[in-house]
């Protein structure tokens, strides 16, 4: 089992940049696929990025498309945030999933396929 815990968000303004990390403590972080995740006030929660288990995949919802980046270490992941807009402000969220060896190199959008989450960090962007 893993936790993760969230931190970096804050207010900035349109236009700015923001960092995000996630820090994996307990069972080592290298054996699982990550992802991250925003839920906006009155909103389902919905998919920002995902990168692979190997690191060597990364997928990114069309909403970001570059303007994020997601990378990782063996006990952090990050999530640098580029160019934010007003319509990026929500809360973000960290997600685990152990994955086996054979596995390293898929990559997971959907809430309902990750096993562990960070508490969230807030993100707000103002125009």
């Known amino acids: 089992q893993v936790q993760l815990v969230e931190s970096g968000g804050g207010w900035v303004q349109a236009g700015g940049s923001l960092r995000l990390s996630c820090a994996a403590s307990g069972r080592t972080f290298s054996i699982y696929a990550m992802g991250w995740f925003r839920q906006a006030l009155g909103k389902e929660r919905e998919f920002v990025a995902a990168i692979s288990r190997s690191a060597g995949r990364t997928y990114f919802a069309d909403s970001v498309k570059g303007r994020f980046t997601i990378s990782r270490d063996n006990a952090m992941g990050y999530l640098q945030m580029n160019s934010l807009k007003p319509e990026d402000t929500a809360v973000y969220y960290c997600?685990?999933?152990?994955?086996?060896?054979?596995?390293?190199?898929?990559?997971?959008?959907?809430?309902?396929?990750?096993?562990?989450w960070g508490q969230g960090t807030q993100v707000t962007v103002s125009s």
């Open positions: 997600a685990g999933k152990e994955i086996g060896y054979a596995s390293r190199n898929y990559l997971y959008t959907g809430t309902t396929a990750y096993d562990y």
